[in-house]
Nanobody
Framework: VQLQASGGGLVQAGGSLRLSCAASGGTFSYYIMGWFRQAPGKEREFVASVSGRSSNTYYEDSVKGRFTISRDNAKNTVYLQMSSLNSEDTAVYYC??????????????????WGRGTQVTVSS
């Protein structure tokens, strides 16, 4: 499956942004989809994940209550709605796909396909 993330940009602190990730190839609903981010000088970290039928979601603690992951299997697209953004959210955001068990949904090593990333910059 090929992934293409979009929707990044420059936003003021406290603002909102919605990222999208379009998938092509494969059967989208089979995949667990995740969002990760990587800030300059830091390792890529987990942000959120959603199961194939949206029955399960999981969030990194710092984004709980601010970010919402969702998917539309009819459009082969996964979204990340981000609100109350702060400077620590500045990063390149990547979407990724994996199959198999929901266990370890935050483990980036289990994802086999990655999009190119979209830059999110939060100004204070």
């Amino acid at each position: 499956v090929q992934l293409q993330a979009s929707g990044g940009g420059l936003v003021q602190a406290g603002g909102s942004l919605r990222l999208s990730c379009a998938a092509s190839g494969g059967t989208f609903s089979y995949y667990i989809m995740g969002w990760f981010r990587q800030a300059p000088g830091k390792e890529r970290e987990f942000v959120a994940s959603v199961s194939g039928r949206s029955s399960n979601t999981y969030y990194e603690d710092s984004v709980k209550g601010r970010f919402t992951i969702s998917r539309d299997n009819a459009k082969n697209t996964v979204y990340l709605q981000m609100s109350s953004l702060n400077s620590e959210d500045t990063a390149v955001y990547y979407c990724a796909a994996r199959s198999g068990s929901w266990v370890g949904a935050e483990d980036r090593t289990k994802y086999f396909s990655w999009g190119r990333g979209t830059q999110v910059t939060v100004s204070s």
